[in-house]
């Protein structure tokens, strides 16, 4: 079972940043793609950005810009940067991990981007 461990959520002042880590319990990232969603109650999960094993990231038009997403291979984690944040930025902050055997995904952290 792979597990994932987030870390560096946080308060912070809108124009502020921010950086969120996700460290997986695995060999490699293989095929693997690595994603940061962010959900607010009584919403769905929405996808941020992803990379892939090879390196090729997507991010959402809301946060161009401003979030960068990257990994470090050797240490099988994965980053998600956040400059510029604004107030709509808030919410809980989850990695995935989608591989051939299944999606998992972290416990959360939480975001909150103050006016």
């Known amino acids: 079972q792979v597990q994932l461990v987030e870390s560096g959520g946080g308060l912070v002042q809108a124009g502020g940043s921010l950086r969120l880590s996700c460290a997986a319990s695995?060999?490699?990232?293989?095929?693997?793609?690595m994603s940061w969603f962010r959900q607010n109650p009584g919403k769905q999960r929405d996808m941020v950005a992803s990379i892939t094993a090879a390196g090729t990231t997507n991010v959402a038009n809301s946060v161009k810009g401003r979030f960068t997403i990257s990994s470090n291979d050797a240490k099988n984690e994965w980053y998600l940067q956040m400059n510029g944040l604004k107030p709509e930025d808030t919410g809980v902050y989850y990695c995935?991990?989608?591989?051939?055997?299944?999606?998992?995904w972290g416990q959360g952290t939480q975001v909150t981007v103050s006016s």
């Open positions: 695995v060999r490699s990232f293989g095929s693997s793609i």
């Open positions: 995935s991990l989608r591989n051939i055997r299944g999606d998992y």
